[in-house]
């Protein structure tokens, strides 16, 4: 499905004209090249009320499937040269990190992606994006989907020594589920006297509080990584353990020079089969022109990015092959709405309406992101193509605007709404994305800019105290892991509920298509949760993030990992990959 | 009152009692940046993250009250500076401000240093290589035309600022004719001559910080060295047939190189602080690039150390340029001056 | 053989104290141009200078009236292109950084903004950051230095300790740890930059107002019973008010380079277009490769603006024949 030749020679298209466009040249290419036509059709042809505008857009669906957008996949074709033990890969991470401890470390995608080679999942996605047991043996649904029974494989010892028991499990388990940040993605899903049941050593049972027959999917990710219980106990006195992890993984951690490099080493009893590297090292490189220069003068083995214009630039190097992905996460703006003025859905609305997504996409995604209206995009199934975001629509902010001010305004000066912009920074993207959003809302909106290192960032945003601010999320392989972001219970004093909006009718369609057995059932659930989503006006789609993993040649086999039954896991999960199967040929 | 200001005078040495001065001026740096950090910022924000403010949650309360007890949030600040005073000078720096794994900072410390020490070395290795010939050359054509041009490009130098010259020569040198290499990697050998040793690394960052100096030290050499080329001695080494050459270079340089000198012990002392930029650009990780980052992720106990660091190595240079002063301090009393010298400087 | 040496000095003026400062040289925005021009004449670059200065400053004051570009507006080209992917021609854009053009001057950076309208923008705001810096240093510093010279006694020492601790501090960390923590507006990046110029300026003003107070004039005017208040404001501040401008227009150079170098460090004043930013912005290794006018044209006008102000200083001071020492603390 993913692999097909016309997508190959799409990339391919892509690249040639992006460099000649690069160079201020004429070619422009994108394949989200019906979005902008149909766009500024509609925007032509004045109409005054939303309903017939609505009604345009309808019209001109039709047309928009024929010049469907194609997914921008392209995984790196399975080798068919024996593999070569030996080597050290040296991949490039976006940021630093400052430990990597599951139960204890809020992980975003560097510490994803080192996590991916020391520790190993219980569970994983396979090429067709079912999940099947990867460290685990095996998950058994009890029939009301709320008891879930799961069976490790016996024989598998941690890299300190410690066997991987049920013991260990519950270990991790209840460290996360205490932990004051981690612990918001688990404590709301669990029954709270006994969230788990120990019945032996290899044998325990997860007891939810609502029905989840996909309930495996959650532990594809952080939670389902298991670290050595004597590890975590350890790092619990010593938060400097933090950087010294300790898992099942297909390689030991080695050393660690901060800000420089981390190492790990093979490891040569892994329980998963033969591991080729003899070494990763991970080398944080923050600047995406250096990484990707790096990468280029052969100093890097590897990066994982999602900036575009390296993305473009490396297409059109032969030397370098890319795994590319667009199916996962989303970028976009996101509201408070516990806070003025954003806890008024017309605020809301009127700052959908006025952001120039368009420019947006053209300037800092080169035109070569597909523009998103939804965390769905149009190939998978539950997609809604009746769901659009009316971004680039000033003439429609207006009267709202206008409305707003009129009954608040304290909230207001001179006639435009007060508003604070935050992202993460300092950073040359960001602040020029700052620039071109402030542009867009000018009319409407009086804007304050505000950069906060990464940690603050995410601070601000957990604790409610922004406004505005840019975001990257959701585009699970199994959409129902999603819900730790929308629901109701996960709303506090920290909220991982970043927008703090809380609708039980939204809540109740999560959990029916979390109880849902069948893919059919589950349509027409994420289908109205994408509508509703769009008609309360939370978030604001930028676009649908495109990741790379770039690689230079002589890597090979990274999309080649398979769980021990031998089925082929997914290849990136958003910029995340194995390590295991990979080898050099140089 | 009067009479123990006069017998401290008398018995404790001048140099002792600037020493002391210097150690009081430290303190109060010191007190000031804290208080400042303390002030501006929130410490427990710092470490917890947005944990600290989750005063409902019960695990959140208990690792709150875990990491006011580690770090004495409780105290009042005169006493955690003093505890932090205490500690510092022990050679205990503390630990990273963070909310996972917080290694001491003396580590990050060690790791950075050298990398700041090594660029000054080169920038001003490269900056007195510049100055030399460039001011006999300019000496020797005194007031002439060479010597006009080599004036406005001095005074040109001096008006970049190191940003921009950055930006300049990495583009000349890396980007158009990629005669440099365009990162640094620390973990890189240092001696050798290809792209992948820090010494050839460091040519453009050190090119970058030192030309400043090189046309500050260039201007100094010159006067110097013009008034020295009036000196009897030097036509009678002419005179003796003395190669323009030798003259130049054996007679005049060394007797006029003491205002140079005074000006390069100075200089080193500003680059510890003054190479933050030029750090950030070229990525090299040292402790310039260090202060930025902490500052910006208040990391306090870093910050505090690296100012300290900062601040002590500008004193201990300044006092090794003013004793170096001295020396020539009692001759400059008795000679006529003439011409003004200049400097101003803001800590830049 | 005893080799006299010849060291240029400075003439200290009558202050026993400064005898045991030291002064500190360090890398100079000033040059001794006094060796090949005429001391009585400004000169052709005095007038360069000055008409770049006054251009720029004309440019910054009225730009807001003047038929410039949006500074802020994204000026994305379109042109009718075929669409790779269905063949059909339609209205596509045109990837931005634009070069130079009849339509754009200068050309435009990547996100289609008008380089010329934002370098004159960015004039604006680092002329604006200059000028405040410069008042702020001169109202503080020179009145805590007159006040030092004048006074003398307790009075000067706790001056002197204050200008010592301002000085012994790195001072670029400092700006950087302020403005991080408190805000990036125009007000606290000039205040900060101010408070690292009080000290020079300070000294200065303390030094003038020492030699100046033991002059004829001051003293008669002692003698005839002034009030210290009126000699202060009378006799010595416009004798010292000549020397001091000339030191602010250095603090003017140094403030612009210094706000420069914070935006570098992401610490500019936020949402607008200084000199620094743009440069910057225009530093990414790609775009310098492919584009490089978007760092070179404010970067051509800081140098410019920097050069003159440090050219215009030094000439001043030569025609007016100020000897003066800019002591600074080591």
Redesign the interface.
Known sequence: MHRSKLFKL?IA?LAL?MFA?????????S?S??D??SA?ETTESSSESSASEAAEEAEEAPAEE??AEAPIVQDQEESVLEPVFGGTLRWGLEAEVDGINPTASALSAPGLTMMNAVFDTLAAYDVDGNTVPHLAESFTASADCKTWSMKLRDGITFHDGTPLNTEAVSVNFLAQFGDPLVGLAVRPYYSADEPITIVDDLNMNYNLTDANCNWPSALTGQLGAMASPTWIAAAQDDPTLDQQPVGTGPFIFESRVQDQVTRFVKNASWWGGDVYLDAVEFYPVT?G??RT?LLLEGELDAQATTNV?SIA?LAENDSITQVLDDTGDESFLMLNSAKAPFDDIRARQAITHAT?RD?YN??IN??VTRKADQMFTPESPYYNPDVVQLSDRPDLAGPLVNAYCADNPSNCAGGKIDIEYQYS????VG??I???L??GW?DFFN?????LPQDAHIQEAALGVYNSIGWRQFGAVDPGIDRVWLMCRAIGGISLNWPRYCDEDRDALILQADAATSTEEKIPLYQELSQKINEDYLYVFYHHTLWSLALRDGVENVCGAKTLEGATLRCQVNGRSFFQSTFLTD | MLFFREWGKKAVPKPIRRLIGLLG??T??SM??FG??NF??DPLFNILGPVAADVDNPESLKAIEEAKAQYHLDKSLPERWARWAWDFVRGDFGVQFSSSGQPPVSDLIKERLPRTLELMAVAQIIAVSLAIPWSVLAASR??RRT??IS?IT???F???????MA??L??FFS?QWDLLP?TYTATDPFWGISHDHRLIQLILPGFTLGI??A??YQ??LR??LI??LQ?D?ILMAKSKGVSKRRVLYSHALR??L??MI??LA??I??M???S??VE??FRIPGIGSA??EA??R?DFPV?LA??MI??AG??V???L??YL?TL?DP??RN?D???????????? | ?N?????????VTNDSQASEE???????????????ADKKTLGFGFWLATFWLVLISFLAVFSPILPFKDA???Y?AY?Q??????G?V??????????PSGEHWLGTD????DILSRTVEGARISLAVGALTALFGMIVGGTLGMIAGYFKGILDKIVGAIF??V????????A???V???D?SLLTISVT?GI??V??IGRLARAQTLSFSEREFVMAAETLGAKKSRILIKELLPNVLIPMST?AM??I??AI??E??LA????SV??SATW??L????????T?????WV?FVP?GF??LT??SF??LSDRI?DYFD?????V???
């Open positions: 799409l298209f004209t466009t690069a160079c201020g040249g004429s070619d422009d290419d394949s090249s019906s902008s036509s500024s024929e010049e600047d022109d250096i220069s214009e630039s120039p420019n053209t300037l080169l035109d920074g300092p950073s040359v602040e020029r700052a620039d071109l402030s542009e000018a804007v304050t800019v505000q950069v | 001026l430290l109060i740096v000031v940046t400042a950090m501006l910022g005194a007031n010597d006009k004036t001095a005074f040109a001096v008006s970049i600022p190191s940003f921009a930006v300049i990495f583009y980007v365009d400043g100096s046309a500050a201007r100094l006067t110097d008034t020295t000196q001695f007797p006029s003491f205002s005074t000006l100075i200089n002392g500003f510890i602080g003054g933050l930029v950030q650009f202060v930025v500052t910006l208040e910050v690296i100012v900062v601040s500008f004193m240079f300044n006092y340029a003013d002063y020539i001759r400059v000679e001056t003439s011409k003004p010298r200049k400097i101003t400087s803001m800590g830049m | 053989m080799e006299e040496q010849e060291i240029n000095a400075d003439e030291e002064t500190n040289i360090s890398d100079s925005a000033q040059l001794e141009v006094s060796e090949f802020d507006k994204n994305i042109e292109k075929e669409n790779p992917l269905t059909k339609q209205e596509r854009p045109v990837q931005p950084p634009y070069a990547q996100d289609a903004r010592l601790v000085l012994s501090f790195p001072g670029l960390i400092l950087i740890l302020i991080a923590l408190l990036r930059l690292l110029g000290a020079p030191l250095l603090v150079a140094v380079v210094g420069g170098t570098f460090l992401g610490l936020q949402n620094g930013k440069i910057l912005t225009g530093s990414g290794l790609s310098l490769e492919s584009s490089p760092a970067m800081l140098f920097v050069a440090n050219y001071r100020v000897r003066d020492i800019f600074t603390r080591d």
